[in-house]
């Protein structure tokens, strides 16, 4: 009775960004931080023109900022597919610059300088288009 | 005249206050995967809400009994304490979510700490309940809601390739993940028929005292009320593909869609977004409370309504 429970107690976990990093996993991750990037070079767009609020520039770059600094712990972190392993700590260093970036807007909202310097920064993370 | 301009206040209620937060996430997230090529699910969609509402306040004014009255009635005691349970659990689920959506609303427009934003969304809410009339909380709420029509300026604004748009509205199935496709597909569906909607509609009947008279009444607010409602999901997911689905973005926030309003309009698009989520929202909220009480009480055969 009790090892079917545990099963699904490591299932749940695995699923909760305990699991081997494989390459299908790593391209999701990649998509993700890219989207991450993208997203935020566009409110960092915004912040530059005067387009946006204080308070939207402020919490949403923080989501996003959460959303990116959870990817490079489980990326740091995770065991990976033999011979992946590097590419997977590359990218944990990728999200965790993304989310230092994300962390600037986060704390100027309102300086439209470093938002065209963010904007910069994450169009390249993102390689967006 | 009264009566036209009863019909039409009616009608724009309606529009402000069909979509909540599953039509809000379902609609942008759509368009950011798949573009338009889901907008013929939106159609069916649709389609249903307002053949089951239509159907519901038929039932309503032509009986004087709304849902679960009829249910209870119709079905028997285990299946209608089935239906109950399973329904008062979904609005349970439906009114979590919408309280979260008011406070991350809240929060984007004031900057206040998210979980304090919770527990003021609870309060104003139960307040507004205590104090408002349902007439005004239907048209406060459903005229408040009528702001995302800012994503229809949007939508037009980002430019799509509208022979495209054309095309997603011909029923077909994705060759690019098809199972993601049908994943969307039935959140789609689901979004656009949400049960409250349904239960709040048929109780309303009730409450306004409609009879076989208010058929035509009935048939209008359904029909146009959903319509156009479904216009504004039309917009939310054009916005979807014409923004994010070229950037390559996974709308995964509450944030993400205002952001689909700001990109093209700029601070007045933001806020005009912000304050029609919120009252959509909002709106929707008070709706799955009132639903969840009108079910209990119309399945235990207690006195109710204002």
Not at chain 2, 94 to 111: F, H, K, N
Not at chain 2, 136 to 141: A, G, L, N, P, Q
Not at chain 2, 273 to 302: P, R
Request: glycine share 12%; proline share 3%; net charge negative.
């Amino acid at each position: 009775m009790r090892s079917p429970a545990l099963v699904a107690v490591a299932v749940a976990l695995a699923g909760c960004n305990g699991g081997t990093v494989d390459r299908h996993a790593l391209t999701n991750d990649a998509s993700t931080l890219d989207s991450i990037a993208c997203e935020g070079a566009l409110l960092a767009h915004d912040v530059s023109k005067g387009a946006s609020t204080k308070s939207f520039a402020r919490v949403h770059s923080d989501a996003l900022r959460a959303q990116a600094s959870h990817l490079a712990d489980a990326l740091s972190d995770r065991p990976t597919s033999p011979g992946l392993e590097p590419e997977v700590r590359k990218k944990a260093m990728d999200a965790s610059a993304i989310a230092s970036v994300l962390s600037l807007l986060h704390h100027h909202p309102s300086d439209r300088e470093r938002a065209a310097r963010a904007e910069r920064a994450l169009q390249r993370a993102g390689s967006c288009a | 005249m009264s009566k036209i301009f009863g019909v039409a206040l009616g009608i724009l209620a309606a529009v402000g206050g069909f979509v909540d937060i599953g039509d809000l996430v379902f609609n942008v997230a759509a368009g950011a995967t798949f573009g338009y090529q889901l907008l013929w699910v939106v159609v069916v969609g649709v389609i249903g809400i307002v053949t089951y509402s239509e159907m519901c306040g038929r039932v309503a004014a032509v009986s004087d009994k709304a849902v679960f009255d009829a249910v209870r009635e119709r079905v028997g005691f285990k299946a209608a304490l089935g239906a109950l349970v399973a329904s008062e659990v979904v609005n349970l689920m439906t009114l979590a979510a919408e309280i979260g959506g008011v406070a991350i609303c809240l929060q984007l427009l004031s900057g206040l700490p998210y979980r304090l934003l919770i527990v003021l969304a609870v309060v104003a809410l139960a307040v507004v309940i205590w104090v408002t009339s349902f007439e005004w909380i239907e048209r406060t709420f459903g005229y408040g809601g009528l702001c995302l029509l800012v994503f229809a300026v949007a939508a037009v604004k980002l430019g799509p390739d509208w022979a495209e748009v054309g095309r997603g509205f011909a029923p077909h199935v994705a060759q690019n993940d098809p199972l993601l496709y049908a994943y969307f597909a039935v959140g789609l569906v689901g979004a656009a028929m949400t049960p409250y909607e349904v239960y709040f509609y048929s109780s309303g009947a009730v409450e306004e005292e409609w009879t076989a008279e208010d058929l035509g009444l009935n048939r209008a607010n359904a029909i146009v009320g959903y319509g156009l409602g479904g216009f504004l999901s039309f917009a939310l997911m054009i916005t979807g593909g014409a923004l994010f689905l070229g950037h390559g973005i996974e709308p995964e926030h509450l944030g993400s869609i205002a952001l689909g309003a700001e990109v093209p309009l700029g601070q007045i698009g933001l806020l005009l977004a912000l304050l029609g989520i919120l009252f959509a929202v909002g709106g929707a909220s008070i709706d799955t409370v009132f639903s969840g009480a009108y079910n209990l009480v119309q399945f235990c055969g207690w006195e109710w309504g204002r």
